[in-house]
């Protein structure tokens, strides 16, 4: 069985301000490393039109129709401080959302065994209404309910290593015990949400690192708090929420991964979708903002993801 590859020129469509971290450069940097004769035996896919019915899985018609008014015709509006829209962010946003519910059909179909999908922009700090830090919509959190409506799902896990808390994927499944949600993340930290004490439905294990910490701090949050939940959880579908900004080298915060600690936790995920999903497992790209840093951990995630 093979790992797909996801991708789609859209995806560099997809324009912020200049100077903004959050840049078509970060898919090219992945594109390259990806290219190596290493990665010879990825399935590579063109990412699908997106359904944008699946969008209201997500998030309410209204909101929805607030995002695409928003798209403006020539230019980069601003949707807050650090969250922008260029002429092709709709298409973009909504063919992540295609990628990553094909990625889902593939490891319920049986063509892959597992899949990566490198799209932008990012995805997991969207909440039910509010489009935020660099997101537009929750891709994660829609590919989770789209297995559920799609293949009958009972539980699906969301496991979020971007450095910053998935506020937005908290949100939309607060109050729902059929999807698990599990943390790693800085604290404090944008966008500040992401405490122990948050728990929702009970369904919500948040596991926030110290600034200045690295690897062992994280590996002991991912050993005593992420793999447990998930043992207890023993979901259908885990879907990564793979964002690269806790490599030492990013600089949007301080905490100190190496591509070794991405390799590691890719294998321990592994581990526990052989043990209660079927080996499926979908990642999904969020952030990660130094290019060297980003390329060199995606190569060790998907480096791990092939080894099956
Ligand atoms: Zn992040």
């Known amino acids: 069985m093979v790992t797909r590859l996801y991708t789609h020129p859209i995806f560099l469509e997809h324009l912020t301000p200049s100077g903004h971290p959050e840049r078509p450069d970060r898919l090219r940097a992945i594109e390259r490393v990806l290219d190596d004769e290493a990665f010879a035996a990825l399935d590579r896919v063109k990412a699908p039109e997106g359904d944008e019915a699946t969008i209201l899985y997500a998030h309410p018609e209204d909101f929805v129709a607030r995002v695409r008014a928003a798209i403006p015709e020539t230019g980069i509006v601003s949707i807050d401080a650090d969250t922008s829209a260029s002429p092709k962010s709709w298409q973009a946003a909504v063919t992540a959302i295609g990628a990553a519910n094909a990625a889902v059909d593939d490891v319920f179909e049986g063509r892959a065994a597992n899949a990566f999908v490198a799209a932008r922009p990012p995805g997991h700090h969207a909440e039910k209404t509010t489009a935020m830090g660099f997101c537009l919509f929750n891709t994660a959190a829609i590919a989770a309910r789209y ?91 885990i879907i990564i929420s793979a964002g690269f900004d806790a490599h030492h080298r990013d600089p949007l915060a301080e905490i100190n991964l190496t591509e070794e600690d991405f390799d590691w936790a890719t294998g321990q995920l592994m581990e526990r979708a052989g043990r209660h999903s079927g080996n499926r497992l979908v990642s999904l790209l969020e952030g990660g903002y130094d290019l060297q840093g980003l390329a060199f951990s995606v190569a060790a995630h998907v480096g791990r993801l092939m080894k099956g």
């Open 147 to 237: 297995a559920q409506k799609k293949h009958q799902a009972e539980r699906v896990a969301v496991v979020d290593w971007d450095v910053h808390h998935g506020n937005g994927t908290q949100d939309i499944f607060w109050d729902d015990p059929s999807v698990l949600y599990c943390s790693t993340h800085q604290m404090p930290l944008y966008p500040g949400t992401g405490a122990k004490n948050e728990t929702g439905a009970g369904n919500i294990v948040n596991a926030p690192l110290a600034p200045r910490t690295g690897s062992e701090v994280f590996r002991d949050a991912f050993l005593s708090r992420v793999l447990p939940a998930l043992d207890d959880f023993a979901p259908d579908l």
